[in-house]
């Protein structure tokens, strides 16, 4: 059964930064990809950044230079380290891994961010 658990959200005022964690119950080198993704109320969950098993990074406009995906496979952990955050960040981030070859598809609970003065 794979797990992924998100932490590291919270409060936090604009111009602020915070870290979030995604920790598999699995090797995490044996996902395709690993991302994070954010989601509003009525609205679709849209993509923020994700790294390939080659460290391959990808991120949405909205976050480049602010975002930065990585991961740690001795911890089996990948982070989001999020900067100079703005009130539009506020969101439930929710980690995603995916097996490609497999068409498997694991999701996180998801952890809230809210940007706010």
């Known amino acids: 059964q794979v797990q992924l658990v998100e932490s590291g959200g919270g409060l936090v005022q604009p111009g602020g930064s915070l870290r979030l964690s995604c920790a598999a119950s699995v090797n995490i080198a044996s996902f395709t990809t690993m991302g994070w993704y954010r989601q509003i109320p009525g609205k679709q969950r849209e993509l923020v950044a994700q790294i390939t098993t080659r460290d391959s990074t990808n991120y949405a406009d909205s976050v480049k230079g602010r975002f930065t995906i990585s991961r740690d496979n001795a911890k089996n952990t990948v982070y989001l380290q999020m900067n100079v955050l703005k009130p539009e960040d506020t969101a439930v981030y929710f980690c995603?891994?995916?097996?490609?070859?497999?068409?498997?598809?694991?999701w996180g609970q998801g952890t809230q961010v809210t940007v706010s003065s």
């Open positions: 995603r891994a995916l097996i490609i070859t497999l068409q498997r598809d694991y």
